[in-house]
């Protein structure tokens, strides 16, 4: 348990279908990420949110928009997805400045029908 | 630009030493890291060595750092089965944040009875 939360484990939704994930942490951290994970890919940094606030957008498609409501919560609303899209969804926390690591969750195993 | 490459795949006999490769592009970078991520998990930070290190030692695991090389490799001794995962790496500048974390593809080890 890394102290980072993310909810569901795993969705399957259609390309025409509205969803969001969640992810929460208690680590007292002021930064929250977005990570796509795709087979024998790195690591796509999506989004980064420090003090609630967007810093980075790695030129994400507009079906994927984030929401940060507090520096604990950070969503990732879903709508009219494509089957590449299909994914492990990443989200972690640290405290900046970067002292060691990043904490991940385990993850949202995302698959679009 | 930066890049991280590593081995997709490794097999090991239980009881033997695994060694997972990993080479680096970014010659500012400061901090690299190991990371771990079992079946249907996140990732978990095993280790991070700082590059002004060229070893560090943590009961199974060594890192050696060759900084001029731009390698960095990973031992594991007396593998044993609970260690098949997916082991990353990833580095970043030492004035960096973690949105500045570049990651390797991973390589999936799987350990062998």
């Known amino acids: 348990e890394t102290g980072v939360t993310q909810t569901p484990r795993h969705l399957v939704m259609g390309m025409t279908n509205k969803k969001s994930l969640k992810c929460e942490q208690h680590?007292?951290?002021?930064?929250m990420y977005w990570y796509k994970q795709s087979a024998k890919k790195p690591l796509e940094l999506m989004f980064v949110y420090n003090f609630k606030e967007q810093t980075e957008n790695n030129s994400v498609p507009s079906r994927f928009s984030p929401e940060c409501p507090n520096s604990s919560h950070l969503f990732l609303h879903l709508h009219t997805l494509q089957p590449e899209d299909s994914a492990l969804y990443l989200c972690a926390s640290s405290q900046e400045p970067l002292n060691t690591e990043a904490f991940f969750g385990q993850g949202t195993r995302l698959t679009v029908v | 630009g930066e890049d991280v490459e590593q081995s997709l795949f490794l097999s090991v006999r239980e009881g033997d030493s695994s060694v997972i490769n990993c080479t680096y592009t970014d010659s500012s970078s400061t901090y690299l890291y190991w990371y771990k991520q079992e079946p249907g998990a996140g990732l978990q930070l095993l280790t991070y060595i700082f590059s002004n290190m060229d070893m560090k030692q943590d009961q199974r695991l060594t890192v050696l750092l060759n900084k001029k090389d731009k390698h960095l490799s990973l031992r594991i001794a007396d593998t044993q089965t609970g260690d098949s995962a997916i082991y990353f790496c990833a580095e970043r500048p030492s004035s960096g944040s973690a949105r500045q974390l570049t990651f390797g593809s991973g390589t999936q080890l799987t350990v062998l009875p």
């Open positions: 680590l007292g951290h002021n930064a």
